[in-house]
């Protein structure tokens, strides 16, 4: 079928970044209902950071293909699926599988991506992209006029999040180190350094009556500070555990400890609402309506990118075979954007 032969980066346990390995094997064959995506772009998501750490709460025994996301061309289509879509550029969500240069997924799960934007810049869109927007407008459900905090708003998702908020005509108030203030200033976002000081008191002197909502990855103690940040009706999406990405011990228990406080403050009666955001909610149970929803949601952020309203922030890109250097630098805190994967 192919005679470039399929190169992938396997994961075989808890291992430094140079422990990862590179295995080359036959192009795989499309099943029914299934399409074959020659891989153009993947890469580096928080989710392999603490997958290689064994601390992803649902990552599949070792040794595994990570690669959350990816953006590719179908080169061959199973029984079932419309032949036309041989040759089309699209996106995939796979949470493992990615990081390889061919990859087997449903048909169903393929989206298509819009003439005009390269596989690169739909890349820092696809995770990144569809969480933003789901926590945006399906969980706090912002509107103009409204106050947000975004931790972390340099990140993969929080750069994507202040962009969409802030075409939505929202305030922003985001956190970051000092080095990434003025790009976030560019954007209409007012900066606060998260290592100075006491940020909770820092946001509430520019919000005395509180914020609408709190969009926190950070986890831990301080999701108490974020909680107390909102005002009466305002919502806070907790999409994630970064202070716990080091630590020993159990990896389901830091999400296990989160979702209990989340339904504690839900049944208290405070007029505030929390979530801890899952971008695979309700996939297990109703797989039409999850897949509608992400092809939904995944083109109002390709929209919004051929718009203008949201950039692509590559940090590099780097060749599949140099995983230990792109996963080194996506660690290391210094770069702004996503650190994309190419064959």
Do not use: C
């Not at 297990?284 to 990118?305: E, G, H, N, P, S």
């Amino acid at each position: 079928m192919n005679p470039e032969g399929l190169v992938e980066v396997v994961l075989p346990g808890k291992v430094e970044p140079e422990g990862l390995r590179i295995r080359r094997g036959t192009v795989p064959a499309a099943g029914p209902g299934q399409v074959v995506i020659r891989m153009e772009a993947t890469g580096v998501s928080f989710a392999e950071q603490q997958m290689r750490r064994g601390r992803y709460y649902d990552q599949p025994a070792f040794p595994f293909v990570p690669g959350y996301d990816l953006v590719g061309t179908v080169v061959a289509t199973g029984e079932g699926v419309e032949p036309g879509l041989a040759g089309t550029r699209v996106a995939a969500l796979v949470k493992v599988g990615g990081w390889a240069s061919h990859v087997l997924v449903d048909a169903a799960d393929a989206v298509e991506v819009p003439a005009g934007i390269g596989a690169a810049e739909a890349e820092t869109l696809v995770v990144n992209g569809i969480t933003a927007w789901q926590m945006l407008h399906r969980k706090a459900h912002v509107r103009a006029g409204q106050t947000v905090v975004v931790h972390g708003a340099n990140g993969g998702v929080g750069s994507v999040l202040v962009q969409l908020a802030h075409a939505a005509g929202v305030k922003v108030i985001g956190t970051a180190s000092a080095r990434h203030h003025d790009a976030l200033r560019e954007r209409g976002v007012t900066p606060v350094d998260y290592r100075t000081g006491d940020v909770a008191a820092r946001i509430r002197e520019l919000a005395p009556g509180g914020v609408d909502a709190v969009f926190d990855h950070v986890g831990g103690r301080g999701i108490v500070g974020s909680w107390r940040l909102l005002a009466p009706g305002g919502t806070l999406v907790s999409y994630g555990s970064a202070s716990t990405r080091d630590d020993e011990g159990s990896k389901q228990w830091p999400v296990v400890e989160l979702l209990g406080r989340v339904w504690l403050w839900n049944a208290l009666p405070n007029r505030r609402r929390a979530y801890f955001f899952n971008i695979w909610a309700g996939r297990a149970l109703a797989k039409d309506r999850f897949r509608a929803r992400l092809r939904a949601d995944l083109t109002q952020v390709f929209a919004a990118f051929q718009r203008g309203d949201v950039t692509a922030q590559i940090a590099a890109q780097l060749p599949l075979t140099r995983i230990a250097d792109a996963l080194r630098l996506a660690e290391s805190g210094t770069v702004a954007g996503k650190v994309v994967l190419n064959p």
